[in-house]
């Protein structure tokens, strides 16, 4: 009995780990030296992914009227007018951007395996250390903990390449989640909460503390970016106060890129609420006591690498408690490990507190913590 049951433990392991390989990440820990920064190449690679994505959509187009216009049948024409019609939709371009940036032939998310594993010409492009030379350590880390997500840069930012599958794979989940309540209710305010829901129990549940003892806020500010991001496809959204144009436009019954968007329109979704050294994470026990005492060895040098201060993180951790002043499924403070205690939130979160709420806001409720609850400090 005891070996059967220690067997099956065995072979859970070894199916699960590379499901669970790129969950969590560590900027906590610093690289050698900077990591070259590859912000443009990202913006190219997303372009490209959006280029691929119209030319099948407007191609399936196409060929359903092609279809429609050859058959003698009515209720065939009827039927490939009506898919050539879907074409045309929103959720249809959505989809196709979804199937190749998370669907491009990899087991892994695509954008993800594109950079974790691509060939770039600069260097060094990535960090990526073994759990047992991480924060994470080795005696209180999770078994299933046999790899980490790699350390990139992009934009100044460093974070996990496991933010981008959560950018584009877990947004486009919320995505459908607020589509399909507008779809019922018509009440934005209300779509955005349900999609927040969604990550707050992934997070809460097997894509976060039921398999390793976190919950990354991190992600979850990925999985919010992913939703705007979508959204951003196909409508103008405000963001920070600023109209972002559509990426995509619908012209002559064709999907085609759009000038007005700019030629740098991923820059606005990659923010330091991707980086778990910046914006960290809530950790259960007994993962939080490893967690903590590496944080404080970590902290001097980090601060170092960064040009930052114990004052400037202390607002940090708690303007990112916030996306661009929206909820966004924030832990809050408790059970949290940060170099830093959080600064009281009056003076730092003023701006975020004063924004006007708009249609795009997940409902502006108060963080779920506040820097008066318990927080681990490393540092």
């Given at each position: 009995m005891v070996i059967g049951r220690y067997g099956g433990c065995v072979v859970c392991v070894v199916m699960l780990a590379p499901w669970c390989a790129a969950l969590e990440t560590d900027q906590f820990t610093t690289p050698p030296k900077p990591l070259v920064d590859l912000g443009a190449e990202f913006q190219q690679e997303v372009v490209r992914s959006l280029e691929t994505a119209v030319g099948r959509v407007n191609e399936q187009y196409h060929e359903h009227m092609?279809?429609?216009?050859?058959?003698?049948?009515?209720?065939?024409?009827?039927?490939?007018?009506?898919?050539?019609?879907?074409?045309?939709?929103?959720?249809?371009?959505?989809?196709?951007?979804?199937?190749?940036?998370?669907?491009?032939?990899?087991?892994?998310?695509?954008?993800?395996?594109?950079?974790?594993?691509?060939?770039?010409?600069?260097?060094?492009?990535?960090?990526?250390?073994?759990?047992?030379?991480?924060?994470?350590?080795?005696?209180?880390?999770?078994?299933?903990?046999?790899?980490?997500?790699?350390?990139?840069?992009?934009?100044?930012?460093?974070?996990?390449?496991?933010?981008l599958g959560h950018l584009f794979e877990q947004g486009y989940e919320y995505y459908e989640v607020f589509t399909e309540e507008m779809k019922n209710s018509g009440d934005e305010a209300a779509a955005y909460r349900k999609a927040v829901k969604l990550g707050i129990d992934q997070e809460n549940g097997f894509f976060g503390m039921a398999i390793d003892n976190v919950y990354s806020n991190g992600d979850m500010a990925a999985n919010y970016a992913g939703l705007k991001f979508y959204l951003n496809l196909t409508r103008p959204i405000v963001i920070d106060d600023a109209r972002r144009e559509p990426m995509l436009v619908l012209e002559n019954n064709q999907w085609r890129l759009n000038p007005a968007a700019g030629g740098d329109f991923m820059r606005v979704y990659i923010t330091e609420h991707l980086s778990e050294a910046m914006n960290p994470s809530k950790y259960g026990w007994p993962l939080r006591l490893?967690?903590?005492?590496?944080?404080?060895?970590?902290?001097?040098?980090?601060?170092?690498?960064?040009?930052?201060?114990?004052?400037?993180?202390?607002?940090?951790?708690?303007?990112?408690?916030?996306?661009?002043?929206?909820?966004?499924?924030?832990?809050?403070?408790?059970?949290?490990?940060?170099?830093?205690?959080?600064?009281?939130?009056?003076?730092?979160?003023?701006?975020?507190?004063?924004?006007?709420?708009?249609?795009?806001?997940?409902?502006?409720?108060?963080?779920?913590?506040?820097?008066?609850e318990s927080i681990s400090v490393g540092g």
């Open positions: 092609t279809k429609a216009d050859r058959t003698s049948f009515q209720f065939i024409r009827k039927s490939e007018l009506e898919k050539a019609a879907d074409r045309l939709t929103e959720a249809a371009i959505a989809r196709a951007v979804f199937d190749v940036t998370v669907r491009g032939g990899t087991a892994q998310c695509y954008m993800e395996a594109w950079v974790r594993y691509g060939e770039f010409e600069r260097q060094p492009m990535k960090f990526d250390p073994w759990p047992r030379e991480s924060v994470y350590g080795t005696i209180y880390r999770p078994i299933l903990m046999v790899i980490i997500s790699p350390t990139v840069n992009f934009n100044g930012i460093y974070f996990g390449t496991d933010k490893g967690v903590r005492s590496n944080v404080k060895k970590l902290t001097p040098r980090w601060m170092e690498f960064f040009g930052s201060t114990p004052e400037r993180e202390r607002k940090r951790i708690v303007e990112l408690t916030r996306w661009y002043g929206q909820e966004y499924g924030h832990s809050g403070f408790e059970k949290v490990v940060a170099m830093v205690e959080p600064a009281e939130r009056g003076a730092v979160a003023a701006k975020a507190e004063s924004a006007k709420p708009n249609s795009e806001s997940a409902a502006n409720d108060e963080p779920r913590g506040s820097a008066q």
